[in-house]
């Protein structure tokens, strides 16, 4: 296995300076809309329904909806009409979301990372403005089709944080993309919360929120214009001009892992856990009549553990242990969720979540970068982000329907049982790339030492 060549230091750093600013501006405003939905989507569901009228969009979703809903055995709550209806919106981002990443992937790797991300940035902004515009459903969803399909920044930022990192840098390079998500998801949420109270057009009561968010997009894309580099290690020109023979005749990359195994990992491990993830409020509203305040809580709990471990834990394992530490911890936590009666027992499932969250994907994303050479990781990651989107598109569906015909505990004994067949992917069939080992190196760059000094002061993650 070859080994990546590091870049040089002062671009590096700037490189990390530049992916840390944008990763947090793109995912505070991505999301300022989680906590928005239930008021969201009952504004377009009163809205249309003073119009009398059920031939609409939203009209014949829901009717949809409702058919599922009433084919159980077991009654499901009126209450969850607009969870589930949330979930089929963020199970369609996620298809979406599967369909474009591998395309994304490619034209990085054709076209250049800096290139690809400026045109996401563009297909983001008309999302944004679409939400800022929408006060039907149609031109809501009209935003999240948009949304799906030009969402390409996470897996971009893989793909530089690849690119500016040799083999036993990368598990820690790779970790500041999960502290991003975690301070975003600490402080974005409670901003869009806060700036939904914030009416200023009466027909979107949601514009003000929308259009903070769109701020955040267009600032983070001017930044992007003019602050970061290309990463891409061979220049596309450059390739297309060598004779074939130069570029093809190359020897084939001998790779630890496959990336069938990889991506096929990915996919079981996300379809069990997007899963359980959805079916939480339902169980804790079962279990411990919890509202919003109580389920946010607990949430920001998971949250909080997750980037204290990625500041300290996760970017200091080899991301195969990493996984490993990871995937244990969710089919514990899957078992526990099955039989817990109180709430000490919820929050200690809760910590084994918070530990699965702040590993796993990270250290496969990072086990995948391992295996692709300078001129695919765009493709091979895209790839690898796709596997995953299609279990997260799958997953609520799947797992809320055992839920709700076989009951709690059967839902996640399967889960669990499905979590320890993953841990036999994970032990069993993945291994350690050669000159990958992490190795003990000097305080990194300044960007490291204020990322680390955000992360200790125990702020969170997505």
């Known amino acids: 296995m070859s080994h990546a060549t590091p870049v040089a230091g002062d671009l590096r750093k700037k490189v990390l300076r530049v992916l840390f600013i944008s990763l947090l501006l793109d995912l505070i405003s991505f999301t300022f809309i989680l906590p928005l939905y239930p008021k969201l989507l009952e504004f377009y569901r009163d809205h249309e329904a003073a119009k009398a009228s059920s031939n609409t969009v939203l009209g014949q979703v829901l009717h949809g909806l409702n058919a599922y809903k009433n084919s159980f055995a077991r009654p499901i709550n009126d209450r969850y009409d607009i969870v589930l209806l949330g979930g089929a919106l963020g199970s369609l981002f996620s298809f979406l979301q599967a369909i474009a990443s591998p395309i994304i992937g490619r034209l990085s790797d054709k076209y250049g990372r800096r290139t690809a991300l400026l045109w996401s940035m563009a297909g983001n902004i008309l999302s944004v403005a679409l939400w800022v515009a929408a006060t039907d459903f149609r031109t809501f969803l009209a935003s999240r089709v948009v949304g799906g399909l030009s969402e390409g920044n ?3 930022a893989l793909a530089i944080a690849t690119d500016i990192s040799d083999d036993t840098q990368r598990g820690a390079t790779m970790a500041l993309v999960g502290v991003c998500f975690s301070i975003a998801f600490t402080f974005g949420p409670a901003l869009g919360a806060a700036l939904s109270t914030i009416t200023t057009v009466a027909a979107n009561p949601f ?3 929308a259009g903070f968010s769109l701020f955040l997009i267009v600032t983070e894309t001017i930044y992007l214009y003019f602050y970061l580099p290309e990463t891409l290690p061979v220049a ?3 390739c297309s001009e060598k004779s074939g023979s130069e570029v093809k005749s190359a020897a084939p990359r001998a790779r630890t892992n496959s990336h069938t ?10 379809l069990f856990f997007s899963g359980m993830e959805f079916s939480l409020p339902f169980m804790t509203y079962d279990l411990f009549s919890y509202r919003s305040a109580q389920s946010g809580k607990l949430l920001g709990f998971i949250g909080l553990v997750a980037s204290l471990l990625q500041g300290s834990v996760t970017r200091r394992l080899h991301p195969l242990k990493v996984v490993q530490l990871g995937v244990v911890s969710c089919a514990a936590g899957f078992f526990i969720l099955g039989r817990v009666t109180t709430e000490k027992g919820l929050y200690a499932a809760a910590a084994l979540l918070a530990v ?6 990270t250290g496969l994303n990072s086990l ?6 300078a001129g695919e990781r765009g493709n091979k990651l895209g790839n690898h982000r796709s596997f995953g989107q299609i279990g997260r598109s799958l997953g609520p569906l799947i797992f809320c329907t055992l839920y709700w015909w076989a009951g709690r505990e059967v839902a996640y004994a399967v889960g669990g049982a499905g979590m320890v067949a993953v841990c036999g992917l994970v032990f069993g069939g993945l291994k350690t790339p050669p000159g990958t080992e992490m190795k003990r190196m000097p305080q990194t760059t300044d960007i490291g030492k204020k990322i680390n000094g955000v992360k200790m002061n125990g702020k969170k993650s997505k």
């Open 236 to 238: 596309p020109a450059k």
């Open 368 to 373: 995948s970068s391992f295996e692709a050479a």
């Open 356 to 361: 699965t969250s702040a590993t796993v994907v």
């Open 261 to 270: 195994l990889l991506n096929f990992t990915h996919f079981t491990f996300i």
């Open 154 to 156: 996470v897996q971009l």
């Open 207 to 209: 514009a003000t929120a």
